[in-house]
């Protein structure tokens, strides 16, 4: 299953999920959905900001997953702690452009 970060809308608010699941966020939030959870949350105006799992759970170029990877993607690693990027080989750290190990 593939999850999302998501940032909560810069407006305090609460909405009722689909699923019976009430939410209530405010500005700075951030939240781990699953793909089955991301259409509720995108139309509540929370914004998604990367595929998020471990090293071990990052999509490769040739993975079959919902969103595989491509050049450009974003990915949070809770292993690293760090927002990286696929640069269409390797993740990197888009800050120091150094290669991150899976």
């Given at each position: 299953m593939t999850?999302?970060?998501m940032l909560?809308?810069?407006v305090p608010m609460s909405f009722s999920a689909p699923w019976g699941e009430q939410f209530v966020?405010?500005?700075g939030t951030v939240r781990d959905v699953d793909e089955h959870q991301l259409p509720a949350f995108?139309?509540?105006g929370w914004i998604v900001v990367a595929q998020v799992g471990t090293s071990a759970e990052r999509p490769g170029s040739s993975d079959i997953v919902l969103h595989h990877a491509?050049?450009?993607s974003l990915f949070?690693?809770?292993h690293l702690g760090a927002l990286i990027v696929f640069d269409g080989r390797v993740w990197r750290n888009p800050m120091t452009g150094a290669a991150t190990d899976k």
């Amino acid at each position: 299953m593939t999850n999302f970060r998501m940032l909560s809308p810069a407006v305090p608010m609460s909405f009722s999920a689909p699923w019976g699941e009430q939410f209530v966020s405010t500005p700075g939030t951030v939240r781990d959905v699953d793909e089955h959870q991301l259409p509720a949350f995108k139309a509540n105006g929370w914004i998604v900001v990367a595929q998020v799992g471990t090293s071990a759970e990052r999509p490769g170029s040739s993975d079959i997953v919902l969103h595989h990877a491509r050049a450009g993607s974003l990915f949070v690693d809770t292993h690293l702690g760090a927002l990286i990027v696929f640069d269409g080989r390797v993740w990197r750290n888009p800050m120091t452009g150094a290669a991150t190990d899976k």
